[in-house]
């Protein structure tokens, strides 16, 4: 059998004695659904490998009438005879009340599955149908907001699509068109993205075919990030992959955000400057004259930087 056992049981008064705890926890698993336990004594003694007369002892207890009890009914006893004629056979009496209780955990996993549900259905997934991800058409395990909820996006069934771990790790809060310009997001099907009104109307990207090879382009009608001065973002880019230091979202957007305090011919300067120096992060305030190579004490402490970025 099972059965729940709450932590408040550990702030009552049957915290007084232990046997009358131990003895009532072991009468709480024993139980059938309807609270009642039919057994002897020496059964619950056999069963549990408590001695006889520790389990004796508990349930003198836990009959017994007790004024400071969080139980309602019956004086404060935790368990009532089935029978007066016999010494053995009772029922919880408030099994019924803590039997319908929930835990914490079990209602943050409730809820999560509800939403998770819910957000299934706006995205058109079926558990017993086996779906394809919106982005790469790989199988899709869940849903994907198309304007991350961080970015104001909602759960209306316009805004959520499925995907598969991968394209949703990656993409992240990112737009679609910044997901599909990122040059190391090599797997993903452009023309999949395109048939689909709920992202083709955000992605913003012009595919150019040439032979079996696609190239994207980000319009700059659509591109949300205007204030970014696109080439020189092209080559900070292109400088970290040839680091081998790919950007992550969180990087992307706090360099990004370090770069929109100033003007196009600035970010431009900070980022020729972090690539003249093989930095990986970007530093307005040391930028250097062309050519300046920092000492080693300063680069490393350049990279420490960027890294806690």
């Known amino acids: 059998m099972y059965g729940k056992i709450f932590d408040s049981i550990y702030d009552g008064t049957l915290v007084e004695d232990w046997r009358a705890l131990v003895t009532f926890q072991q009468m709480i698993v024993l139980c059938d659904a309807d609270g009642i336990i039919d057994i002897t004594p020496s059964a619950i003694s056999r069963r549990t490998s408590i001695p006889i007369e520790h389990i004796k002892a508990g349930i003198e207890i836990l009959e017994n009438e007790d004024p400071y009890s969080r139980t309602e009914g019956e004086d404060g006893r935790r368990i009532v005879r089935l029978e007066d004629h016999r010494p053995w056979g009772w029922y919880l009496v408030n099994h019924e009340k803590y039997k319908s209780l929930r835990d914490s955990d079990t209602v943050r996993a409730q809820n999560r599955e509800r939403k998770r549900r819910q957000r299934q259905r706006a995205a058109g997934m079926d558990d017993t149908v086996e779906h394809t991800c919106a982005y790469c058409g790989d199988r899709a395990t869940g849903p994907d907001h198309v304007v991350a909820t961080c970015n104001g996006g909602t759960d209306d069934p ?75 973002w092209k080559d900070y880019v292109q400088h970290r992959k040839e680091l081998k230091k790919k950007i992550t979202p969180l990087s992307e957007t706090k360099q990004m955000n370090i770069l929109r305090a100033f003007d196009f011919e600035s970010q431009k300067k900070i980022i020729d400057t972090s690539i003249a120096n093989g930095w990986t992060g970007l530093f307005p305030d040391r930028l250097r004259q062309s050519g300046h190579k920092l000492t080693y004490a300063e680069q490393l402490k350049a990279d420490i930087d960027a890294a806690n970025r």
């Open 158 to 232: 316009q805004n959520i699509v499925p995907c598969c771990p991968k394209c949703n790790q990656h993409k992240a809060h990112r737009s679609v068109a910044e997901f599909i310009a990122d040059p190391f997001v090599d797997w993903i099907d452009l023309d999949l993205i395109a048939a689909n009104n709920n992202l083709n109307c955000h992605a913003g990207v012009t595919v150019v075919t040439k032979g079996s090879k696609q190239s994207r382009h980000i319009d700059t009608d659509t591109n949300t990030n205007t204030d970014i001065n696109p080439t020189a």
